[in-house]
């Protein structure tokens, strides 16, 4: 054997190696964007379990605002459909429906002293708060496992193994812009 085709076969071994390595760093990123998905996916079933315990103890008094509850339901049901298809942009959006749904329900629900007062809301008021910390922790831990995952299959030369084996940016989970907008507190006790 020449020294030249050892040379070339060391190099040509190196090269395979170091495209093993990148491909095994791909398939971790995306695995840990298919974990943190799951986690999220959790939370928002045990939500989705909790809301309409909650709608249910508001209509207890008959005085509540029907249109909020409503608006809650449909919220409810489209951050359903969004999370059974993995459509992430829509589940953004169907999110900060349902999130605004409950912020004008919890506002709602101070004019209501009884019902402020009753342990089984108070109870579920809790639950659904911690889900949603427990929810935003969780889209943090997936956006950054996303955004790791999009840099990563845009350098070089990790884009080339990328390529070859169809890895595809992946969207991050957004809120719509009106969450993130100011409450209106003034329109919010004026309804």
């Not at 953004?92 to 919890?106: H, T």
Request: hydrophobic share 45%; with cysteine; aromatic share 8%.
């Amino acid at each position: 054997m020449s020294v030249s085709l050892i040379v070339f076969l060391a190099i040509a071994i190196a090269v395979l190696a170091y495209a093993v390595v990148i491909y095994n760093n791909l398939v971790r990123l995306k695995h840990n964007i298919a974990k943190a998905w799951a986690n999220i996916d959790v939370l928002l079933k045990q939500r989705h379990d909790e809301l309409p315990k909650l709608v249910e103890v508001c209509r207890q008094y008959k005085q509540f605002e029907e249109t909020t509850l409503t608006r809650v339901i449909e919220a409810r049901s489209k951050v359903s459909d969004a999370r059974a298809r993995r459509d992430v942009p829509a589940l953004g959006e169907a999110e900060g429906m349902l999130r605004m749904g409950l912020g004008q329900l919890f506002a709602v629900a101070e004019a209501y002293p009884e019902l402020k007062a009753n342990e089984h809301f108070m109870q579920l008021q809790t639950r659904i708060s911690s889900l949603e910390n427990a929810i935003a922790d969780r889209r943090e831990m997936y956006n950054e496992s996303v955004n790791v995952h999009n840099v990563r299959i845009e350098q070089f030369p990790d884009v080339i193994v990328a390529r070859m084996f169809g890895y595809s940016e992946k969207p991050l989970l957004e809120f719509s812009t009106a969450e993130k907008a100011d409450v209106d507190l003034k329109a919010l006790f004026n309804d």
